[in-house]
């Protein structure tokens, strides 16, 4: 019996040792064949395409999308402030110690804007040297005030530093007087070369401004600055071709009208001279044109030229800031008094900031909310008309002013005093 177990045990080893064969042998059949290959192939994509199968994601609502900005006043390039930073020896700018301190700040959000006061006209154009011919204490082609034309390189070292919009229409716009319109050209032309939102002058007699707007996105937010000026300091003569934008409220309906369905923030830099230079003070006809431009749908104003800092305000939604004072300049010999508070108006300005948040619905509704306001006070320093540079206060000591602390509090009053709900950083105390 022992025996025939034996035979038993061999026979079910072959039996199994052939049916492997046949397994091996039906697998190298259907890989090898066209037949094989079709079945395994549909096995396989019906495997492939039942594993990978997945339900798509839901979306979900409401969706946020969040930007910020920041804002300051005019650059006003008063002949001492590019001669600081000029190498004769290279005939080169280097202007970025003036503003190492802001480029930290500004580098840290989305939209950055300032006021081109001046100016860039070619110094090269025999036009323009007709009208600037230089002294002993300027270069060729360039003018101080009271009629400025100034080096584009100031330009490059502000997007340099970070500032991606900018307005161009100011009282100081026609000052190149019987050049002005090269001046302008020249300076639209250094701006368009630039992929930044500029905005205040044209590039033709005939552009339609209700046209002659630029559109960009930030984080899925979508924006647009108009700007104009209200003065041409007496020269609206060399404002024949239309080349700068003045304010018109029948030109700026039109304007807002053509744009304000296309963006979802629409930004207004208002360069208005309706008061006194070096004034803190709000006048009627700037907040008459505030509220023009409130009811007309624009959501932020950013306004300059007192040269000082005035307050801010909302107007029901829209966000008014009067005056953003210098951003930098050589103010602060002119006005006076080094012991008056008041008398440092030209040098103190700021930089605000905000968040604009837009919330989508799932019915396709749109919010648009600005806040999270803050603000840094700036002071424009130099030593002798050397070393300009632009300090945030919370980087002033007493090595750049001695009243710097007493300076901080007089020009925070200033900016608060109609809106206190803002978070203003504070000054460097010495800690």
Not at 90 to 95: H, L, P
Not at 350 to 364: N, P, R
């Amino acid at each position: 019996m022992a025996k025939r177990r034996l035979k038993k045990g061999v026979k079910g080893i072959l039996v199994l040792f052939v049916l492997i064969i046949l397994v091996f042998a039906s697998y190298f059949v259907l890989t090898k064949t066209d037949l094989g290959n079709n079945i395994l192939g549909k096995v396989t994509s019906s495997e492939n395409k039942n594993s990978n199968k997945e339900e798509p994601p839901e979306e979900k609502y409401p969706k946020t999308y969040k930007a910020s900005l920041i804002a300051t006043g005019d650059g006003l390039l008063h002949n001492a402030v590019y001669l600081d930073a000029y190498d004769s020896s290279t005939k080169t700018y280097d202007f970025s110690s003036q503003l190492e301190y802001v480029k930290a700040i500004v580098k840290n959000y989305d939209i950055a804007y300032y006021n081109q006061e001046t100016t860039f006209g070619n110094p090269e154009d025999q036009a323009v040297l007709s009208v600037f011919p230089g002294t002993n204490n300027n270069l060729p082609g360039f003018s101080s005030y009271p009629l400025f034309n100034s080096p584009s390189a100031f330009g490059d070292y502000m997007v340099a530093t970070g500032f991606n919009m900018v307005s161009l229409a100011s009282n100081h716009s026609a000052d190149c007087s019987a050049a002005a319109d090269i001046c302008i050209t020249d300076s639209y032309n250094f701006w368009k070369s630039k992929d930044i939102v500029y905005a205040g002058f044209k590039p033709t007699p005939e552009t339609d401004s209700s046209q002659n707007y630029i559109i960009k996105e930030a984080n899925g937010i979508t924006y647009t600055l108009l700007n104009y000026t209200t003065s041409l300091n007496g020269l609206d003569g060399y404002n024949s071709s239309g080349l700068i934008n003045v304010y018109n409220e029948e030109q700026v309906k039109k304007d807002i009208e053509a744009v304000r369905d296309k963006v979802d923030v629409l930004i207004v830099a208002m360069h208005w001279h309706t008061g006194p230079e070096y004034s803190f003070d709000v006048t009627a006809e700037n907040r008459q044109i505030a509220t023009f431009l409130a009811d007309n749908g624009v959501d932020i104003v950013l306004g300059t030229y007192s040269h000082g800092l005035q307050p801010f305000e909302w107007i029901d939604d829209t966000l008014v800031y009067y005056s953003l004072g210098n951003f930098i300049s050589n103010q602060g010999d002119i006005i006076g008094d080094p012991n008056s508070l008041a008398d440092y108006v030209g040098i103190v300005g700021v930089l605000a900031s905000l968040d604009i948040t837009k919330t989508v619905q799932e019915d396709g509704t749109t919010d648009i909310d600005i806040g999270n306001l803050g603000a840094e006070l700036i002071y424009t320093y130099n030593n002798n008309h050397k070393n300009y540079k632009v300090i945030p206060f919370s980087k002033m000591s007493a090595k750049y002013n001695s009243h710097y602390l007493d300076l901080y509090n007089f020009y925070k009053n200033v900016f608060t005093s109609l809106d206190q709900n803002i978070n203003m950083v504070p000054v460097n105390a010495g800690i």
